[in-house]
């Protein structure tokens, strides 16, 4: 096992599937203790059953202020301390503004831009004493207008650390 990150703590939001799962994967086999937040229990349940040791599921809502001092809380319980977030947990919103709805809209920049937000913000308190890492994980959509996911385009904006 490589152990570039053995003395290290991560937590990955979204980390259940996709891009955030490669994120743990990566980060597990590099020796890192790996806390996975997400929604979907099943999917965070199934990758620490299969990861084993080092690896602790979290249920999150990252558009939560209230479950982002939770989880930060059972980090720091579980394994003693934070080192590296990856605020990775995102989605996509399809559409155009003529049939578009603003709860959807609503929706896109809470989980999209408040998370990182308020992650940065609660991650920095946490890791304030010893120093650490943030990582804010976008998609191209954010800056770069794509025809099919035109609401995506606000969603995470540029003047977040
Ligand atoms: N897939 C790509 O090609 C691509 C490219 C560039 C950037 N990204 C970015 O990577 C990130 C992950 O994208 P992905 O493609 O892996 O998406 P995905 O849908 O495969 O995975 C997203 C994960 O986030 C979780 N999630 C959704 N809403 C959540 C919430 N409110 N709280 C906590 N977890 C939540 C989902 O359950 C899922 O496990 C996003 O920020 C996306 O913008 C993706």
Redesign the pocket.
């Known amino acids: 096992m490589n152990s570039r990150f053995a003395k290290h703590v991560a937590l990955v ?9 490669e994120v743990v994967r990566l980060l597990h086999a590099q020796g890192a203790r790996v806390a996975i ?4 229990v099943d ?2 349940m199934r990758l620490v059953a299969e990861l084993g040791e080092r690896a602790h599921f979290i249920h ?5 202020e209230e ?1 982002w001092q939770t989880v930060i809380s059972d980090v720091l319980k579980t394994f003693g301390e934070l080192n590296v977030l990856v ?6 919103l399809a559409g155009d503004i003529e049939n578009g709805k603003v709860a959807d809209l609503r929706k896109l920049l ?3 831009t408040e ?1 990182v937000f308020i992650g940065c913000q609660q991650g920095i308190l946490a890791m304030k004493e010893h120093g650490g890492s943030i990582i804010n ?6 800056w770069m207008p794509m025809d099919k996911f035109r609401p ?1 385009v606000p969603a ?1 904006l540029p003047w977040l650390p």
Do not use: P, W
């Open positions: 939001t979204g980390g259940a599937s996709g891009v955030g799962l937040s997400d929604i979907n999917a965070g999150h809502d990252v558009s939560s479950s605020n990775n947990a995102g989605i996509l809470q989980v999209n998370s994980i976008a998609s191209l959509a954010s995506t995470r």
